[in-house]
């Protein structure tokens, strides 16, 4: 068998030592990940906890600026047959 240059036989200890300490490696690299995935979510839920305490409210109310033939159209069930649908009005 020919041997291929730049290449060096290695001690059959060390190659378990060197996949040891790569495993290591990406073990605390998920672990940081891990951590800073759940730093990022906290950080968000307070964010939003701050925001939902504010003197305004996050949603306002959709209906606002409706005339009152509209916001029975759009409180109204899909298929009621009171309701004007207003498609079929154009």
Known sequence: MTEA???KPIVNGQMYRQIFEAE???VNSLATSKATRRQRRLDTETSTA???EGDKPV????LTGLNERQKTWATSLPNDWKTENPVLKR
Not at 59 to 62: I, R
Request: glycine share 8%.
């Open 5 to 7: 240059v730049g290449m």
């Open 24 to 26: 290591v490696q990406l």
């Open 50 to 52: 701050k925001k939902l």
């Open 59 to 62: 949603v306002s109310n959709t």
